[in-house]
């Protein structure tokens, strides 16, 4: 039974509770999403295992988890990137949102995402758990696809992609 944080909207730990519950219940808690970038500033995209528990088969960022309790969330990002993945990189903290989104299966995702970027180049071991498919693609070929595709990705995908761009926009490097 995994347990995520209970967070209020300064993102202060507010408790613990079973991460299907505060699905359930669309309690706030804290998560972090990850990008990864190769050398020519190609974006590592997954498509998530068809079995997920919510938004099988969508395509998103590299990696999306929750840390767990007393869990630093940079250290999660890159256990989670190493479980679902198969490598491990470095990874900088560049922004963070809140959002609610309810899914037809009658859960919400309603978190405080932590957004990080890293650079990786070497060989990806996903696991099939997780992982149905992966690929590299330039950010002006994702922004057509979400706009002219936007069913193939994940709710998150959609907020933090335009702000990811106007994060690199501003001069800021992953």
Same mark, same amino acid.
């Given at each position: 039974m995994t347990e995520v944080i209970l967070v209020n909207e300064l993102d202060e730990q507010v408790g613990t509770m079973e991460k299907m519950e505060a699905h359930e219940k669309a309690i706030l808690h804290r998560a972090f999403s990850v990008f990864i970038f190769n050398s020519k500033g190609e974006?590592?995209?997954? #498509?998530?295992?068809? =079995?997920?528990?919510?938004?099988? *088969?969508?395509?998103?960022n590299a990696c999306c988890s929750h840390p767990l309790p007393g869990e630093e969330t940079i250290a999660?990002?890159?256990?989670?990137?190493?479980?679902?993945?198969?490598?491990?990189?470095?990874?900088?903290?560049?922004? #963070?949102?809140?959002? =609610?989104?309810p899914f037809?299966? *009658?859960l919400t995702e309603h978190?405080?995402?932590?957004?990080?970027?890293?650079?990786?180049?070497?060989?990806?071991?996903?696991?099939?758990?997780e992982v149905s498919d992966y690929c590299y693609k330039p950010m002006e070929e994702i922004e057509e696809t979400l706009q002219s595709h936007p069913k193939k990705y994940t709710v998150w995908f959609?907020?933090?992609?335009?702000?990811?761009k106007q994060w690199m926009q501003s001069g800021n490097t992953f």
């Open positions: 974006m590592l995209l997954q #498509q998530r295992a068809i =079995k997920k528990y919510h938004s099988g *088969g969508l395509w998103t999660a990002a890159k256990r989670r990137l190493n479980e679902e993945l198969g490598f491990t990189t470095d990874l900088k903290k560049a922004f #963070q949102f809140t959002y =609610k989104a037809d299966n *009658g978190e405080y995402d932590h957004v990080f970027t890293g650079k990786y180049e070497g060989s990806i071991n996903p696991d099939k758990e959609h907020i933090a992609f335009p702000q990811l």
